[in-house]
């Protein structure tokens, strides 16, 4: 019988071969809810005119992080080299087609700012490391965002996705899996920053069958949307992290749940998912090994509060969203009373990373406890909205003025707002602190799970509060306990 890496190795080889048989040029319009926004749709449905009947297909790809710069265009010539286009309004799209993608022009005449950068770089062109934005981060899990297809599980494939997990089932024990990620200090990127391996690791030797999984993909808080950007963008990183952690704890089933608003997300996770089973990635027997693992979609219908994970195992049960008194910890009893282990988008997607380059390369980055790197979603009063991977312990300073390009509107700032709603605003004086959760904690501050609102000094802080409040009056307040009756 072959063993996992075998069947992999016949999956890759017989996906490159699907993926070579595309017609080059090849343009892919980066689809996501930022770009949507903008105008990404018709400018997508202008290339199908113009490309019709033509020696070109036309694809998706995801959002790559430059939300500012959206429409989106790439345009894979044949050879592989990839020139990348911003701000690719509709009415553009005649002279992007004529000249850069039949043609050998690498930026229209009359649109030539549209370029950004050349993969790989050429003589005389931009590349991506020369542009701060792209120079300053630290892209391990958003490395393929804006690059594989994410409708394409075989894109995924023939770029080394899943192959990790093949790895994982034929070459490490479960006890070596849990080793490494507790040697990384891979904390939850969710805001509460738990240690991964020390939730895993009570949840393999919890009692109980079934063991749930559960990958929480709510997202409902203002200012936070890396999640929804990640599946948007390569839903396949987010799986593959998914299945070695089951592996790895003994799980065979479990539930992606995504928030009610994020429908591009659902849409594409529902299609990874089915490409998935139809590949042998999900279902019985994984890659021709002892691993069978089925996960299953689960969408809300638009709760902040069902973020939270005991509401959030209401919700999967079929009840309303409403968080639970904690007496014993959900890896123990949690969904259906079974054990249960839940990590959020971003720390499911560093899974691979880890195994890929090894616990002590990963934790190199990083503070004492805060290892690897943070996804940051700048938003607001500032010059390069998006979302950003940063290493931990780069400087908020920095991450604001150097790799964001400061604020906006020219005016001082006032603060920035981390973590979303039931954060504490940044003054310009912390602006110095090391982004890592201990060192923000130490500042009286929270990281959270990634948002970064820049506000100038028009900001009335005391409106700012004032929806602050009325936001967790109407989504949190009374639900959970604390709040509700108070220990007091």
């Known amino acids: 019988m072959s063993t996992p890496l075998v069947r992999y190795g016949q999956l890759r080889e017989a996906a490159a071969k699907r993926r070579a048989a595309l017609a080059l040029p090849r343009v892919l319009v980066h689809i996501s809810g930022c770009g949507l926004a903008v105008g990404a749709g018709e400018t997508q449905a202008r290339l199908a005119d113009a490309l019709a009947a033509r020696a070109a297909s036309l694809g998706e790809v995801g959002c790559n992080g430059m939300c500012y710069r959206e429409p989106m265009v790439t345009v894979v010539k044949p050879g592989g080299v990839r020139f990348t286009y911003g701000d690719v309004a509709a009415d553009r799209v005649p002279a992007l087609v004529d000249e850069c993608v039949l043609g050998e022009c690498p930026a229209p005449r009359a649109h030539a700012d549209m370029l950004i950068a050349v993969d790989p770089p050429r003589l005389g062109m931009r590349k991506w490391d020369d542009h701060d934005y792209w120079r300053l981060q630290h892209r391990l899990v958003s490395r393929l965002c804006g690059l594989v297809e994410p409708r394409d599980v075989d894109d995924a494939i023939a770029r ?170 959900s890896a123990e009893r949690g969904l259906f009373q079974k054990p249960t282990n839940m990590n959020n988008v971003e720390t499911y997607a560093n899974v691979p990373v880890i195994l890929e380059h090894g616990a002590a390369w ?32 780069m400087s908020t300073r920095t991450f604001l003025y150097d790799l964001c390009g400061g604020v906006s509107t020219g005016r001082p700032l006032k603060c920035l707002q981390p973590a979303g709603v039931s954060s504490v605003p940044i003054p310009e004086h912390l602006l110095d602190t090391p982004i890592t959760n201990e060192d923000y904690e130490k500042a009286g501050l929270t990281l959270g799970s990634g948002g970064m609102v820049v506000l100038d000094d028009s900001t009335c802080i005391v409106d700012l509060m004032r929806y602050y409040l009325e936001f967790d009056w109407v989504e949190s307040c009374s639900r959970c306990t604390t709040c509700r009756v108070s220990n007091e």
Request: aromatic fraction near 8%; glycine fraction near 14%; charged fraction near 25%.
């Open 160 to 329: 080394g996705g899943y192959r990790q997990l093949a790895r994982a089932l034929t070459e490490l024990t479960s006890d070596q899996i849990l080793d490494e990620v507790r040697r990384a200090s891979l904390l939850g990127r969710g805001g509460a920053a738990f240690p991964s391996a020390a939730k895993w690791e009570t949840a393999r030797k919890a009692s109980g069958y079934p063991k749930y999984m559960v990958c929480n993909a709510e997202e409902g808080e203002p200012s936070i949307y890396k999640d929804r950007r990640l599946l948007e963008a390569d839903p396949h990183g987010v799986l593959e992290g998914l299945l070695i952690a089951a592996y790895t704890i003994g799980s065979d089933r479990g539930f992606l749940y995504i928030g009610g608003e994020h429908l591009l997300a659902h849409d594409i996770c529902v299609v990874a998912l089915e490409q998935a089973y139809e590949r042998g990635l999900l279902g019985e027997h994984i890659l021709g090994s002892d691993f069978s693992f089925h996960l299953e979609l689960r969408m809300g219908a638009g709760s902040y509060a069902a973020g939270e994970s005991s509401a959030m195992m209401s919700s999967i049960e079929g009840s309303r969203g409403m968080p639970r008194v904690k007496l014993v910890r």
């Open 362 to 393: 990963f934790a190199q980055t990083g503070g004492p406890k805060s290892k690897g790197s943070k996804i940051l979603a700048p938003s607001g009063h500032v010059k390069r909205s998006g979302w950003v991977e940063v290493p931990l312990g």
